[in-house]
């Protein structure tokens, strides 16, 4: 299944990935620009941060509390912030969009 993902600088990257991993290992294992992953992924920390293109975020859905409060802390969350740890990839998300904002 692909992931199509926006870095910080514009650069478009399809990224492979199987069900059943995270966005941010899949960013992860891809190097991608602006996913760090502090704390590998135990939604503690915030630094994998993305924005899910509007026409996905239904079926992504809406972040959990944990996951919430620590969007609270981004200087550039958006209706649509995710942290990327807390998105597990099943084939209804193929073709998921999103993109990585830049930090400020």
């Known amino acids: 299944m692909d992931v199509l993902l926006t870095e910080p600088d514009g650069r478009r990257l399809v990224l492979r990935a199987k069900p059943g991993e995270t966005?941010?290992?899949?960013?992860?294992?891809?190097?991608?620009?602006?996913?760090?992953?502090?704390?590998?992924?135990?939604?503690?920390?915030?630094?994998?941060?993305?924005?899910?293109?509007?026409?996905?975020?239904?079926?992504?859905g809406e972040p959990g509390e944990v996951e919430d409060a620590l969007l609270d802390m981004v200087p550039d969350r958006r209706s649509t912030s995710r942290l990327s740890c807390q998105l597990r990839l099943d084939p209804?998300?193929?073709?998921?969009?999103?993109?990585?904002p830049e930090r400020r």
């Open 92 to 100: 209804s998300l193929d073709g998921l969009i999103v993109r990585v």
């Open 23 to 60: 966005l941010m290992r899949v960013a992860t294992r891809n190097a991608v620009n602006g996913i760090d992953a502090e704390c590998g992924g135990s939604c503690a920390c915030a630094t994998c941060h993305i924005i899910v293109d509007d026409d996905w975020f239904v079926k992504v």
